[in-house]
């Protein structure tokens, strides 16, 4: 892997966690209810490098919970 991609891939992730970080915490502040919120996080490729559906969508789902 060259040193482009894992710069592509430093910049995707670093916008997903300003990203996620600013969803969660919405979606906390804004949940009723008591004690943690479960989440879960699923990182899905759109399509492969040559424009084919990707065979397995799904590569990555984290679930946890968020204490209030």
Known sequence: ??????QDIRKLL?????????AITGYVERASG???VRLRITLEPLRTAGGVEADAPTLLVIEGAVRR
């Open 34 to 36: 008591e004690g943690p």
């Open 14 to 22: 670093k916008t997903f966690g300003v990203k996620a970080d600013e």
């Open 1 to 6: 892997m060259g040193e482009e991609t894992r």
